[in-house]
């Protein structure tokens, strides 16, 4: 049985007996409790946040995870969790490890993510912005979009925008984020270009009076083009969640239409 006839089912029997609100919470001892059913209930799946816990308590979390659900996402790690989480062999599983995002992925062999046909289109304004871009870039993947991503097209050099902007209008994407350091203007540019939501992603990289990322929140916040959204600093997995519930949403509607 495929799994998400598996979640269906699940969720009708815990429907009978309990409120959606609660519904599959597992307690991981004293550590976590695992919203196992989030993705079916909210078409996002829960992410794990290594920041703050020791390797081998984000190692029995994933490992929790992966088995109740096919699959863990943990954001935010480094070597020493990479190591943990390999140390447990988890059993029929692969592990992934992105370094530039900080961001672990374990799947059982049999996990596979279901295409939905939403178009996420990523924009970063410089290389230092990459790797928030990557961690919007990979959630967006877990949810079952495709993206398209450009780099380094920042306001210091507009000329190198428009041929980008104008591949994602013609892809059809179906939202654009866009990731930028500094003073932040990228994402009000690109708002008053194009017809489709745009989602402004502030980074951490500026220094100066504008330090850490203050800057370009405060830009993107204060922009005078409609149509943008923002998430806050550094956070590519708030821009890649929201930014893949717009693109599924949207290609759930062509496919009824």
């Known amino acids: 049985m495929a799994r998400r006839e598996d979640l269906d089912k699940f969720a009708r029997t815990r429907l009978a007996t309990t409120d959606t609100s609660l ?39 994933a490992e929790a995870m992966a088995q109740r659900s096919g699959r863990a996402i943990v954001s935010r790690a480094d ?15 692969i592990v992934q490890f992105f370094s530039k995002s900080r961001i672990i992925i374990i799947k059982q ?8 046909g939403g178009r996420v289109g990523i924009l970063t304004a410089g290389t230092s912005d990459i790797p928030v871009a990557e961690e919007a870039q990979i959630l967006a993947d877990e949810m079952g979009c495709v993206t398209k991503e450009f780099y380094d097209v920042g306001v210091a050099g507009l000329h190198r925008l428009f041929k980008p902007v104008s591949d994602l209008l013609r892809w059809d994407a179906d939202v654009i984020l866009v990731v930028a350091g500094r003073e932040g203007a990228l994402p009000t540019v690109v708002a008053g270009l194009v017809d489709v939501p745009v989602i402004g992603v502030p980074t951490s990289k500026s220094y100066g009076f504008g330090d850490r990322g203050i800057a370009a929140l405060s830009a993107m916040l204060q922009s005078c083009s409609l149509g943008i959204a923002v998430v806050n600093i550094d956070s590519g997995v708030g821009a890649g969640s929201i930014g893949a519930l717009i693109a599924n949403r949207a290609a759930k509607m062509r496919a009824q239409a």
Request: charged content about 35%.
């Open 79 to 93: 070597s020493s969790h990479l190591r943990a989480i390999r140390r447990r062999r988890i059993q029929n599983s």
């Open 109 to 116: 062999k049999s996990y596979k993510v279901g295409k939905t």
């Open 23 to 61: 519904l599959a919470l597992t307690k991981l001892t004293r550590l976590a409790r695992l919203d196992i059913g989030r993705e079916m209930r909210k078409g996002l799946p829960e992410i794990i946040l290594a920041e703050g816990k020791s390797p081998v308590d984000v190692a029995k979390i």
